[in-house]
């Protein structure tokens, strides 16, 4: 489940999207592709996040070890805190961005050429920088997840 996770969120926004922008002509159309495949990986990461949350508590309330109950109560608040940043991002500063795009659009130009760019640039990077504490917290739930020998 981790590894589905994460690994989706890494192609995605380290392979897939940066791709998009270097193919397509216009950076509006790579803009609305990378957004609807940010919006299937932020509802991907809120069910993989609730399913591995629910899998730890299960096995933190199972194992008699408290050594492995601790390692399962980690692997809990990484995921926990992992689904906070998509819910920073997707939930609470996408919509500002969609708004300011939809601003620009309607005024005839892309974001870029707007006014409102420099806004669009300061929650896009605000938005990056969430997502890379994101990919660096999914390293650290791939990491500490139990080897099965």
Do not use: K, N
């Not at 005839?108 to 969430?130: C, Y």
């Amino acid at each position: 489940m981790a590894t589905v996770w994460c690994g989706s969120q890494w192609a995605i926004g380290y392979i897939v999207a940066p791709t998009l922008f270097a193919v397509l002509e216009s950076r509006t159309v790579a803009g609305t592709v990378a957004g609807r495949l940010f919006h299937t990986q932020a509802w991907l990461s809120l069910v993989c996040g609730v399913l591995l949350v629910w899998l730890a508590t299960a096995l933190i309330a199972r194992t008699g070890d408290e050594r492995a109950a601790r390692s399962y109560r980690g692997l809990r608040w990484l995921a926990v805190a992992m689904m906070v940043c998509v819910l920073i991002s997707w939930f609470g500063l996408q919509p500002f961005m969609a708004d300011l795009r939809a601003q620009a659009q309607a005024s005839g130009v892309e974001i870029g050429q707007s006014p409102l760019a420099a806004r669009f640039g300061m929650l896009h990077g605000i938005s990056s920088g969430i997502y890379l504490l994101q990919s660096l917290l999914g390293i650290a739930l791939i990491w500490r997840q139990p080897v099965r020998g």
